[in-house]
């Protein structure tokens, strides 16, 4: 089995095309999406569109946010979200596919369970919201709950910041492991990092590949500048968004 892993690609076309372009150059057949399919970027339908063929989705806290009031942003997520709830309900739109999009991120599940390993957006403790972060391994308390709840692996988004957290309270950035992690007996955390806004520094889109006892972390590179220049010409979204897909922070 290869299996790609994607998440937060956040409504950034460019980046996503990019990835999905390197995933089928690796001869990849099979996709799982993490979540944050939309939410801060300028083409939320494209991006639902391309993510709806993929074979599992979960839900990320920016899609529930489209679908329901959002709760917990802070003002410039908010306003990104309420002008993504305005494209996906365009009346200029194809109704059947504007209805189409919402019955598919309406039926989104918040994890998914698969020998052993467990798929969410943000944790095994509260899959839809709770943020791991590197730091996190200084929070034994926290980490151990979280650890007690994976049966052997978990795959998460929503920080934005790949990498790898071992049982023993490591955490290895991917250049760290040289992109590759071979899997053990012991439970394992992953975040599979951002497709659309990567927050490690590295302003490339970030995704991972699952294949026979290996994680491997990929980088891509994208035309971010087009990006920046769509969220610039929205108003809603704020030049911010924009501006730190160069920095990738
Ligand atoms: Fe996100």
Sequence with gaps: MKRALVSDIHGNLEALTAVLEDIRQQGITEIYCLGDIIGYGPNPRECIDRIMRVDACILGNHDQGALFDPEGFNSGAERAIFWTREQLEAPGGDPEQNAKRWDFLGELPRSIRENGALFVHGSARNPLNEYVFPEDIYN???????????????FQGHTHVPGVFTEDLKFYSPDEINYSYELSDSKTLFNVGSVGQPRDGDPRACYAILEDGTVTYRRVEYPFEETIRKIHDIPDLDNFLGDRLREGK
């Design 140 to 154: 034994p308390k926290k980490m151990e709950k979280i650890f007690a709840l994976t049966e052997r692996l978990c």
